[in-house]
């Protein structure tokens, strides 16, 4: 396969990334709003389409390393040194479109990890506020919490 | 824009921190009464201008709300008064039930059936002493359960009046905590803060007060709540006004609050429902048992009154019941016998006093008229001081005592007398003549009556002044007039009134007693005929009467002869037998197959028996004898309480006369004086299934039938309603706990979905963290 068309389909897998971290960051701003909302369901469903997104990760990174081994293999270099800003500089004029690519996933990548790094840390506050509920309401007359003893409910009791 | 998002991003913590603190709050008062659920209110936060961008800066937690319907407090308030008034109803009505302890045997209608099935005992050994004693305790307990049935029910009705004032006591104390809270809650909410829980507590207070009397309420802008009782001021911006209660006699309930004259009237809540009782349902029952012992010793006493006890009469009788001054002259003699003060109606008859004097072994009648509208006290007690060997006066309290004289002896009883014809007018030894017809008869001003004695001929002559009404002359008159005449008298004449007929008799008797009658004006309005010739006999008809009479109302039977002869020889002859109406009620043949001194049924259980002797006639004989079923028409010994077996008017005074229960002999079984009779008890047994008038046409067994159904029928119609107010109640209950009530499950469960939502998410975050540096690492 030519340099030019492995660059292009290189390309191709940048755009299928950039549509896949926005869509990451959309689900974790639902995300964030459904734990605003106090809407257990909307979280629940939110993750349920997370799980869908993640579950396509490994086609984008088979596809991805399938592509840089392929450009490694043609200018003799190891797979593992090739990064995209190396790959523009070998590939000369016929990578420059990969540069805006480039660009743009750095860039929409940075907000998903700083919008995930914030819903960590929320989520993060609500389990600790929850479990001080659930202790409460459950603690017996001694004050033991009676969650880290068991179940918390028999529903069919 | 760092600053931006790390500011949205806290605000959100604290809002979802604000939420989950409410639901803990829910949660720890999931089983608060009255709580109602609450919520945060959230809205966006105030978009920002940023470099040409608008900017949202997250969420804002503005407010916490109560889950509320004013319309459903409203109707559970409402509600709740209607179910309390019921309730407190129904409360007492099931004492009351409980009270009247039927059916089982242990109420009253098993100490009826004792007390009847004890007479019934008694009726059929009268002489039975143990019988006797058995009737006589019988009848104390059930005057016992009357009285404790009355007790009982007084008890209920005055514990019923002090429950309406421990529910005033609590509205007044409610109303306080209502001013103190109205206080609370304007002082918050003046901050811009719903004071959520204090409003909570303010509706628990509301439909607690409901609860006693019904209220209306309305909230002001300040958020105080105005409480009206009947359209009074209760509850006002910064004060209560005092209920207060008071409870009159008759157990009324008036209800007034501080600051008004005017009664408040209330309609609903436990203090509406229980002076319904005070004032309707239990004087109703207490006015009804008191009906119920009032008859059941009325007519008792009826019976026993005209009974004669064991050994045969009385020397002496008090009344239980004093008469009274009643115009307050100082005079109880002046008072009319019906107006003086008696617990019982007297009412116009005839009261027979029998009479017995052991001395000359005479038993005798006597018949005291009553007139309810002119009979005094003192001319009742004349009446009976006239009769022979009796002396009426009134004891220092008021009350009636009859004394005999030594050998005698009285009694009411319904006797029958044995030796009617005591003046000899039937086939008497004396020369007797009867006018053939009862009276009135059609005198005149002077008519004249001419006969001749052994002394020779004289004329009696009438006059108006003598009669009521000369022309509608009654035999009594006429008798008095003859007899005040002193030729009638010196020679030897009498005349005597039998039953409305009048009889001309010589004081002398045998064949050789003899009178004419000459003529005169006024013989032919007697059916005489001038030269009448009267002359005594030999011998005289003996007549003897026995049984019992068992006809329903007083009669007067007279015997007439239907021709004249011999008894048992004169073929035909035949006695007649006239009711007190004229009507022939029996023909007895005393002729030829007659035998002398047999015994004849004349009817309603009366035996007669004749002897030997002439009738005529011709001569007018005839004798009378009162057929008496009561002895006393006019109720006055019922009225005066004398010789009663009962003593006390109603059910709380109800008692067996305290001597009958010392000496069981006293007890009357039978109203003829013979000996073994039975005649009061079976009396009293009818009662038991007859009619009676004071219970409206029903019998004892009928009316407390009635009674004991009656308490039930409205019990469980009050249970009904109850039910029926129960079940909207829990309705509207469940309907506030579907808006405003906290279901611990579910807020559990969307804690623990929470919880398990961020479990899943904090996996996600480590995922998304690891592709997005593992992204990050190739750009």
Known sequence: MSIPRTLNRLAGYLQGEIGARRRTLALLETQEASIQANDPAATAEALRKLDREMSTNGEHLRKRAQLIEQLA??????????????????????????????????????????????????IGMHRRVIRDVIEYVLEDERGAAMSGAGSLIDAEA | MASIGLNTGLKALLAS???????????ANANTPGYSR?????????????????????????????????????????????????????????SIEALLGEPGGFGLSGGLDRFFGSIAEFSSSPNDLVMRTGMVQSAGSLAAQFNQLAGGLSSLRSDTATQVSFNVDQVNLIARDLVQLNREISEIEASGVPANDLRDQRDVALQELAKHVDITYTEGSNGNTRVTVGGRLLV??????????DIDQAGGVTLNIEGSQIPVRVVRGAVAGLGKLTQGFIPGLQDQLDDYARNLILEMNRAHSTGIPLDGGFTRLVAEHALSDQDQDGSVQDELLAGAGLPFDVSSGALYVNVNNAGTDTLNTYRIDIDETTTTVGGFMDQLSEIPGLNAALNGAGQLQIISDAGVKFDFGRRLDATPDDSGTFGGQFASLGSGAEGPFSLANGDTFDFTGPLGSFSVSVATADFTEISQATAAEL??????????????????????????????????????????????ALGWTAGTTVTGHTTAVDVALGGTYTGEANDLFTFVPLSDGTIGTTPGLEVGVFDQNGLLISTLSVGENYLPGSELDVGNGVTITFGFGELSASDGDVF?????????????????????????TDASSMSVRADLEADPSLLAASSGGAS??????????DLQSSNVDGLSGRSFTEFY??????????????????????FLMTNLEQRRDQISGVNIDEELVKMIEFEQNFQAASRYIQVVNDLHNDLLRIL
């Open chain 1, 73 to 122: 293999t043609t200018w003799g270099v190891p797979a593992d040194l090739l990064t995209l800003g190396s790959i523009i500089e070998r590939g000369g004029p016929a990578a420059a479109h990969l540069a805006p690519l480039r660009d743009e996933l750095r860039s929409i990548t940075a907000l998903v990890i700083r919008k995930n790094r914030r819903l960590g840390a929320l």
């Open chain 2, 17 to 27: 921190q604000s939420a989950l603190d409410i639901i803990g709050h829910n949660v």
């Open chain 2, 38 to 94: 609450q919520s945060l209110g959230v809205s966006a936060g105030r978009t920002l201008n940023l470099r040409g961008l608008a900017i949202g800066t997250g969420v804002n937690a503005d407010v916490v709300k109560r889950t509320v319907d004013g319309l459903l407090q409203a109707r559970l308030t409402g509600q709740a008064s209607s179910l309390a008034s019921l309730d407190a109803q129904l409360d007492v009505m099931t």
């Open chain 2, 236 to 245: 006002g911006e910064t004060r209560a006004f005092a209920l207060s209660s």
């Open chain 2, 479 to 524: 008798v008095d007039v003859l007899n005040a005449d002193a030729n009638f008298q010196a020679n030897g004449m009498r005349a005597v009134d039998v039953s409305g007929r009048i009889v001309v008799q010589s004081t002398t008797s045998g064949p050789t007693a003899t009178f004419d009658v000459d003529g005169g004006s006024g013989i032919a």
């Open chain 2, 624 to 648: 009378a004898v009162d057929m008496l079923a009561d002895s006393d028409t006019t109720d006055i010994l019922v009225a005066l309480g004398m010789n009663g077996l009962f003593t006390g």
């Open chain 2, 676 to 685: 073994g009779g039975n005649s009061v008890l079976l009396q009293m047994l």
């Open chain 2, 705 to 726: 039938n009635d009674f004991v159904g009656d308490v039930g029928f409205e019990v469980a119609s009050t249970a009904n309603s109850r039910d029926v107010e129960g």
